[in-house]
């Protein structure tokens, strides 16, 4: 007998063809002796209809605290109609909402972070051989408040519970059947993943692989809780999410684009000590999140530096450095976002030389210009012009697979 986690997400839950489905994957695995918790999303878009509403009343920013409290409906819609189903279909079964489930978290109303789960009243119902089933995204401040974990939190809360009740297995159950080597419905030859380690899929995340919220598998990685991604429409087996994995022949786990950049480039800075410093402390200063950046070698005195940064933040960042005129002198501040970042990702590039080369290789191919590039241990990125990214995706992810 195993204690098993699952999680269903808000298109698993959307009808009641659905959640009927859901009840049956549920009773299945508990019918077999085992434990069940399962954490469900709100129905559908149901987040987003709610958050609709409350911009019908104020537009600018209704309180955060009153959002909250809007927002934790949706999963308690879904949670009541769960248990209902598995209790039509004949199985004991308890609805709670995240406090109930004894989600304590910080004060910070809709990006809340889980400070500790009192396990308890999860324990009891368990105890009392009940099918648990756990209102996702939420739990409750010190203030006796209820606040939300930020978008895709159910995830969180998933991993939150398999780890503080040390269960065998946490299941994420979605609309795909698991984590594919390069978007599947635009790549050709894409691969489902059997294994995947936390550190390549939080980077195969951030580069827009939603698949997973990157801060379930941050969770994960730090509470060693595996993770499996799987279809809850199929019936197959998905994806396990890890510390360490076989590397199988490939190096490269993965291959995605990220449109959502813009390129900041500021042109004739005066090439002396401090400008660097002085210009990523003022984007530091007003939040600006920096991703890859460019210097240029000085020539006449001057130099060129250049930097991305998330699309929605690129006005910040101009202004940011326009705020900085007083302090040192350029020729020219420039914008493009007509952008965009391919990447590979893949642990196994640590240890083998030749992977950029090969990268670099499959876009000379293609005629691709690369305007800047950036790597880490597991990752390398190149910046393109966003008219190829479709294409780059394609002739890298062809070159390794
Ligand atoms: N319902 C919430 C959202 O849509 C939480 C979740 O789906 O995980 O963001
Ligand atoms: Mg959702």
Same mark, same amino acid.
């Given at each position: ?147 939300? $974990? ?41 691969? =489902? ?8 899929? $939080? ?23 595996? $993770? ?40 004739? %800075? ?12 003022? %984007? ?33 960042? $101009? ?51 690369? =305007? ?30």
């Amino acid at each position: 007998m195993s204690l098993i986690v699952k999680k269903f997400g808000g298109s698993s839950v959307a009808n009641a063809e659905r959640i009927f489905n859901v009840a049956k994957i549920i009773i299945d695995d508990y019918k077999k002796g085992n434990d069940v918790i399962t954490v469900v999303s709100a129905q559908g878009d149901t987040t987003d209809d709610l958050i609709a509403k409350a911009h019908e009343i104020n537009a600018e920013n209704p309180s955060k605290r009153e959002m909250d409290m809007l927002l934790t409906a949706g999963e308690q819609i879904s949670v009541a109609l769960l248990s209902m189903a598995i209790e039509k279909l004949g199985a004991p079964v308890v609805s709670l909402l995240g406090w109930q489930a004894g989600f304590e978290t910080d004060t910070n109303h809709t990006i809340a972070r889980i400070k500790k789960i009192n396990t308890e009243r999860l324990q009891n119902e368990i105890n009392k051989k009940k099918i648990v089933i756990v209102a996702g995204f939420q739990g409750i401040n010190k203030y006796d408040d209820l606040t939300t $974990l930020g978008r895709g939190g159910s995830d969180t809360s998933a991993v939150a519970i398999a780890a503080s009740m040390k269960a065998d297995k946490c299941q994420i159950y979605t609309d795909v059947d698991g984590v594919y080597s390069a978007d599947p419905r635009k790549v050709t030859g894409a691969q =489902k993943m059997k294994e995947i380690t936390y550190d390549e899929m $939080l980077e195969l995340a951030a580069l827009g692989a939603q698949v997973l919220n990157n801060r379930s598998v941050e969770m994960a990685k730090k509470y060693n809780v595996e $993770l499996e991604v799987l279809s809850s429409l199929e019936k197959k087996s998905g994806t396990i999410v890890k510390e360490k994995v076989k590397m199988e022949k490939t190096l490269i786990r993965g291959a995605a684009k990220d449109e959502n950049v813009a390129c900041i480039s500021v042109v004739g %800075l005066k090439d002396s000590p401090g400008v660097a410093f002085k210009l990523f402390n003022k %984007l530091a200063q007003h939040k600006v999140n920096v991703d890859m950046i460019l210097q240029s070698v000085g020539r006449d005195l001057t130099k060129d530096i250049s930097f991305t940064v998330p699309l929605d933040q690129a006005n910040e960042a $101009l202004e940011a450095v326009k705020s900085l005129s007083d302090t040192f002198e350029y020729k020219d501040l420039i914008k493009n976002d007509s952008i965009a970042k391919v990447s590979i990702v893949g642990a196994g590039m640590e240890s083998h030389p030749g992977v950029a080369s090969k990268m670099f290789e499959a876009l000379y191919d293609a005629g691709i210009n690369i =305007k800047m590039i950036s790597t880490s241990e597991i990752k390398i990125s190149v910046l393109i012009d966003q008219k190829e990214a479709d294409r780059a995706v394609q002739v890298v992810h062809d070159k390794f697979f």
